[in-house]
C-alpha cells in the first residue's frame, strides 16, 4: 500500500513547480523580448528597453529634439561612449537639424555619417548588443529600425611591457587587454594583405570578440578551416580570457602539457604566423594563442631570434637543461641518496650522511614537505598584495630555509635541492611549462622513492610516451625529434643564423616551405680583377 | 572501455605493482641508517680470520654548515672513525659475524683497498679474495695491499696525514711511491686473479708497515718493500734494492740514475728510457738459458775519470749489468720467479713448460740467464767532449 504524502508536503511541491514555471516563463519573455523588432512607437520602445536592462544605471535612455520639434530617442551606455564626441557630434548636430514632418532614417544618417560608422538596426537583441559595446543608439518617431553609431571608448590601460616575457633585447610592447588593439599590434608588425583575419563572437551571454588570424597562403587552408570549426562549435555562456578558448579547442584535454601556446607578446605571434600557425586574439585577455605547436616551442624565447645564434643556441641549451634537471634533480637525489649509495663520491656521502644524523623523517618525506611548503609559499606570494609580499617572502626562507634545518626537521642538503630545483625552473620561458613542470616532477619523486633509479626511468619513459602521443591540431608534439625531421633541427636546441633559415619548420610550414632564397651569408666583396 | 583494453590495463597494473618488488624496495637505507668504511682488511690469529674495518663516525662528521652531524660539540668528544670486528673460521664468516656486530648497514661500495695482515698472507690471500669476489657489494676495482703485521694496528693509528680516510692515504702513497719503494702497483682484485693465471709467476703486492713516526710529518705507515706471494700464500719480501731492474724487466721502467766508476773517478748518467726482451732458449726441446737484453738510453750528469764516450758507455752499462744481475741472482737464490720468466717459457713452448713447469722454482734455481746491456749516451750534457 502506497504511503501517503502530507498535504504540507505535496503544496510545497506544487509551490516549487510553480516556481520554476514561472522562472522558466520570464526566461521565454526576455528571449522574446530580445527577437522582438522595434515598432516605431518612442514611448512603447522607452519602455520596452527600460525593463531589457532593467533601469541599469550606466545606460541612458533619454529623448531629443530636433531644430523643428522632432522627437529623437536616444540610448546609450554613458561609461563606454565617447562623451564629447556625442554632445558635438550627435546631440548637437540632431538640435541643429530639421528632420522635417516625416523624419527618415536615411535623412538622420546623412547627418550623422560624418562623425563615425552607422549601422541600421531592427530588433531590441542587437539594440541592446551595440548599447553594451559602447554605440550610441537613434530611434525615430514611426521607424521600424533605429541608428547605431560607433562612439566607443572603452577604458583601458596603455601598452606596456608582457610581464610574463620580459626580455633584454627586443620589442618591449606586450598585448592589453584589447582586441582590436591587440590586432594592431599584430597588423603593424606583418603589413600584408595576406594577413587575413576571421571574427567570431563567443558566449551567448558575454558575446566576447574572438580574432583568428593567419597569414594567407603561408598557413596551411586545412589547418585554418580546423581552427574555424573548433572555434565555431565552441557553446559557452561567457568567454572571459583566452584560455577559456584555448581548453575549448585544444588536442589532448587531458593532458596537463599545453598544445596551444598563450603569448603576451605580439612579436611572438607574429613570428608563429610567419612560420605557418594560426594566432587566436580574444578580447579581454592579454594572452593571444598560437597553434599548432611543439614541445621545442615552449623553450623558444623572443630573444633568441633577437640576439646572435651563437650565445642564443647556448642559452637555449641551457634552458632545456635547466627544465630537464629541474624535473630530474629531487627524483636523482632521493634514488641515489636512499639506494645507489655506491654512486656518490665518499666525502660527498659522509656530508650527506652527516647532515642526516637526528633528523626524524625518511628522505621522500622530507624533500615533498619541503616542495609543498616551497609551492604554499610560491602561491601566497603571487595572491598576497604587492606591500606585504616580502614579508611572506622573509617568513617562508625563514622557517623554510632556517628555522626547519635548524630544528632538525630537515637536512640542508633537501634545502639546496629545493633551491635548484626553484631556480631551474625559472630559466624557462614558457609559464604554462613551468607551471607543468612543477608538478610533473611529484610522480617520478615518488617512483624513485618507490624503485631508485628504475622508478626514475619508469617514469621518465612514461612521460616520454605521453609526450610521443600528443598531437596539437595534427603536429606531432615531439616534432622534428619524433618523427625525425632533420631539416628542422635548425630551429631546434641550436639556432641557426638568420642565413641558414631558409626554409620553415616542415611539420607547422605550412603550404609554403620557402622563407627567403638561399646564399644570403655575408660575405666580403670580391676581389676586382 | 573493451574487453582488450581491460586486459591489457590488468597487465600494466600487475607489471606496476611488481615493479617495486624487482626492482629491489627493500634494499633502501638513508644515509642515516649507513656505515662507511675508511679502511678495512683480514687478520689471522689463533685459527681464525678477524674481519676488520674502520668506519667513519658521521655523528661527529663536520657538515657544511658547521658543527658535527649529530649535535654541536660532539666532535670533541667522539672520534672521527671506530672500529668493528668480526671473526670466523672463514672470511666470510668473519665479514658476517662484523655486519652482525653493527645496528647500522655497513655499506662496503666505497672501499678502495683490502688490507691484509702478514700473518692472514702468510696462511693465504685465496679464501679472502674469494669472499669479497662473490660478494656483490665489493667492487672487483678493489686494491689488494699487505701490511707487515697486522691490520688492526695499522688502522689504529688514526693519523693519516692531510688526509682524512687511511684508505685515501694508503692510495696515495701507492700512486706516489710505489716506483721507488715497491716493485708492485697494488693490483685490482681482477689483477690478482689475472696474474696467478699466469704460468710460474710469482704474485707481487705492495707492502706497508708502521713508521712510528707522527704527525704531521707524515702519516704514520708508509710502503716499505714488496710481498712475494707463491700459490696464494706470503713467501717473501723483495727487498727495495732490487724494485727498479724488476720494474724493467717486467716492462715498466722508471726514470732513474746510476752511479759509475771510471778511470778512477765516479760519475753518473741518467737513464731516460730502457726496455726488455727476454726470450727463453730452447734447444731439443730443453730448456737451455734464459735470454735477457737490457736496452737503454742515458745522458751523462757526471763524467768520471774520462771524456771518451766509449768508457763512460762501458761503465754505465756495467753499472746497469751488475744491478741487474744481483736481481736475477735474488730471484734465482729464493726461487720465486717474480720476473715472469715461467710465462715466457709457456708462450715460447707450452710443451717445453709443461716438462719444466712441474718444479718450475728448482729448475729456476739452475737455470743459465744470458745478460746483456746495451746502453747509449744519447747526450753528454756540457763535458765539451
Redesign the interface.
Given at each position: 500500500m502506497a504511503r501517503e504524502v502530507p498535504v504540507a508536503q505535496r503544496m510545497h511541491s506544487i509551490a516549487a513547480s510553480l516556481a520554476d514555471a514561472h522562472d522558466s516563463v520570464e526566461r521565454l519573455l526576455y528571449a522574446l523580448q530580445l527577437d522582438a523588432r522595434l515598432t516605431g512607437d518612442i514611448d512603447v520602445t522607452q519602455q520596452a528597453l527600460s525593463d531589457l536592462f532593467g533601469n541599469a544605471a550606466d545606460i541612458m535612455i533619454t529623448t531629443l529634439f530636433s531644430r523643428d520639434g522632432v522627437q529623437v530617442l536616444t540610448i546609450f551606455n554613458q561609461s563606454m561612449v565617447h562623451r564629447d564626441l556625442l554632445i558635438r557630434a550627435v546631440f548637437d548636430r540632431i538640435a541643429d537639424t530639421a528632420l522635417g514632418p516625416q523624419p527618415d532614417l536615411d535623412e538622420l544618417t546623412r547627418h550623422i555619417v560624418p562623425t563615425g560608422i552607422t549601422e541600421s538596426v531592427d530588433r531590441f537583441g542587437e539594440l541592446a548588443t551595440h548599447v553594451i559595446e559602447g554605440s550610441a543608439i537613434l530611434c525615430l518617431p514611426g521607424c521600424t529600425r533605429a541608428l547605431a553609431i560607433q562612439l566607443a571608448q572603452a577604458p583601458q590601460r596603455s601598452i606596456s611591457q608582457a610581464p610574463s616575457e620580459p626580455v633584454v633585447m627586443g620589442p618591449r610592447d606586450g598585448f592589453i587587454e584589447d582586441a582590436s588593439t591587440n590586432l594592431t599590434l599584430v597588423r603593424r608588425r606583418i603589413r600584408s594583405p595576406r594577413l587575413w583575419v576571421d571574427v567570431f563572437r563567443l558566449g551567448d551571454i558575454t558575446r566576447t570578440t574572438v580574432y583568428l588570424l593567419h597569414l594567407h597562403g603561408v598557413t596551411d587552408d586545412e589547418l585554418v578551416d580546423e581552427a574555424r570549426r573548433r572555434i565555431s562549435s565552441i557553446r559557452i555562456d561567457g568567454v572571459l580570457e583566452s584560455n577559456y578558448v584555448a581548453e575549448l579547442i585544444r588536442d589532448a584535454p587531458g593532458s596537463p602539457f599545453p598544445t596551444i601556446q598563450r603569448t603576451e607578446r605580439p612579436d611572438k605571434v607574429a613570428a608563429g604566423l610567419l612560420e605557418g600557425q594560426f594566432a587566436v586574439i580574444v578580447d579581454g585577455s592579454p594572452f593571444a594563442l598560437v597553434a599548432p605547436i611543439t614541445f621545442g616551442h615552449l623553450f623558444k624565447a623572443s630573444e633568441d631570434y633577437y640576439e646572435s645564434w651563437f650565445p642564443s643556441s647556448i642559452l637555449r641549451g641551457i634552458r632545456v637543461m635547466a627544465v630537464v634537471l629541474g624535473v630530474l634533480v629531487p627524483s636523482l637525489y632521493v634514488a641515489v641518496v636512499t639506494y645507489h649509495q655506491e654512486l656518490i663520491p665518499t666525502s660527498l656521502l659522509i656530508v650527506l650522511a652527516a647532515s642526516r644524523e637526528n633528523v626524524p623523517l625518511p628522505t621522500i618525506v622530507e624533500l615533498l614537505l619541503i616542495l609543498v611548503l616551497f609551492e604554499i609559499i610560491r602561491e601566497a606570494g603571487v595572491r598576497t598584495p604587492s606591500g606585504i609580499g616580502s614579508a611572506v617572502t622573509i617568513g617562508g626562507t625563514l622557517v623554510v630555509g632556517q628555522a626547519a634545518v635548524r630544528a632538525g626537521i630537515v637536512s640542508s642538503p633537501i634545502i639546496i635541492v629545493t633551491s635548484a630545483v626553484v631556480i631551474q625552473f625559472l630559466a624557462a620561458p614558457d609559464y604554462e611549462l613551468v607551471q607543468v613542470s612543477r608538478f610533473m616532477l611529484y610522480p617520478i619523486l615518488i617512483a624513485s622513492s618507490a624503485m631508485g633509479l628504475f622508478g626514475l626511468l619508469f617514469a621518465s619513459l612514461a612521460l616520454v610516451l605521453h609526450l610521443t602521443s600528443l598531437r596539437s591540431f595534427g603536429v606531432p608534439y615531439l616534432a622534428p625529434l619524433a618523427p625525425a625531421r632533420a631539416r628542422d633541427w635548425k630551429d631546434l636546441v641550436l639556432r641557426a643564423p638568420w642565413w641558414a633559415m631558409n626554409t620553415r619548420p616542415q611539420m607547422e610550414g605550412g603550404i609554403d616551405p620557402v622563407r627567403q632564397p638561399p646564399n644570403q651569408v655575408p660575405l666580403p666583396p670580391a676581389k676586382q680583377p | 572501455m573493451s574487453r582488450k583494453r581491460r586486459g591489457c590495463l590488468a597487465v600494466v597494473l600487475c607489471l606496476l605493482a611488481l615493479?617495486?618488488i624487482?626492482?629491489?624496495?627493500w634494499?633502501?637505507?638513508?644515509?642515516?641508517e649507513?656505515l662507511?668504511p675508511d679502511g678495512f682488511g683480514f687478520d689471522w690469529h689463533n685459527g681464525k680470520y678477524y674481519a676488520i674495518a674502520s668506519l667513519?663516525n658521521?655523528?661527529a662528521?663536520?657538515?657544511?654548515?658547521g658543527g658535527?652531524?649529530?649535535?654541536a660539540g660532539q666532535s670533541s668528544v667522539v672520534p672521527e672513525t671506530f672500529h668493528l670486528t668480526g671473526h670466523g673460521t672463514d672470511p666470510g664468516q668473519a665479514l658476517t659475524d662484523m655486519n652482525h656486530v653493527s645496528t647500522r648497514h655497513i655499506?662496503w661500495?666505497?672501499s678502495l683497498i683490502v688490507l691484509i695482515g702478514q700473518a692472514a698472507a702468510q696462511h693465504g690471500i685465496g679464501a679472502i679474495l674469494d669472499t669479497l669476489t662473490h660478494e656483490p657489494?665489493f667492487r672487483p676495482t678493489i686494491a689488494v695491499m699487505i701490511v707487515h703485521g697486522t691490520v688492526r694496528a695499522l688502522l689504529d693509528t688514526r693519523q693519516s696525514g692531510p688526509e682524512?680516510?687511511v684508505s685515501r692515504s694508503l692510495k696515495l702513497l701507492e700512486q706516489t711511491t710505489h716506483f721507488d719503494e715497491s716493485a708492485a702497483w697494488a693490483p685490482r682484485l681482477f689483477d690478482v686473479y689475472r696474474i696467478d693465471a699466469d704460468q710460474g709467476r710469482s704474485l707481487l703486492l705492495p707492502a706497508f708497515r708502521l713508521t712510528g713516526d707522527a704527525y704531521p710529518k707524515g702519516p704514520p705507515f708508509a710502503i716499505s718493500d714488496s710481498a712475494v706471494l707463491l700459490n696464494d700464500r706470503l713467501v717473501a719480501w723483495l727487498p727495495r734494492s732490487q724494485v727498479r731492474m724488476v720494474l724493467w724487466m717486467t716492462g715498466r721502467f722508471v726514470r732513474s740514475t746510476f752511479a759509475i766508476t771510471c778511470g778512477g773517478g765516479a760519475g753518473s748518467v741518467d737513464v731516460d728510457h730502457a726496455s726488455a726482451r727476454v726470450l727463453p732458449v730452447i734447444a731439443g726441446g730443453q730448456l737451455k738459458a734464459m735470454d735477457v737484453t737490457l736496452t737503454a738510453r742515458a745522458s751523462l750528469i757526471k763524467p768520471c775519470g774520462t771524456h771518451d764516450i766509449t768508457t763512460l758507455q762501458e761503465a754505465a752499462a756495467a753499472a746497469v749489468d751488475t744491478e741487474a744481475s744481483s736481481t736475477i741472482a735474488w730471484v734465482k737464490d729464493h726461487g720465486y720467479d717474480v720476473l715472469g720468466f715461467g710465462t715466457d717459457v709457456y708462450r715460447a713452448s707450452p710443451s717445453v713448460w709443461a716438462r719444466v713447469g712441474q718444479n718450475w722454482p728448482g729448475a729456476l734455481a739452475t737455470l743459465p740467464v744470458d745478460l746483456r746491456v746495451q746502453l747509449t749516451l744519447a747526450t753528454v750534457g756540457l763535458t765539451k767532449s
Open positions: - | 615493479a617495486p624487482l626492482a629491489g624496495c634494499n633502501k637505507y638513508e644515509t642515516n649507513l662507511i667513519y658521521t655523528r662528521a663536520m657538515t657544511p654548515g658535527a652531524g649529530g649535535s655499506l661500495a666505497p657489494w682524512t680516510s
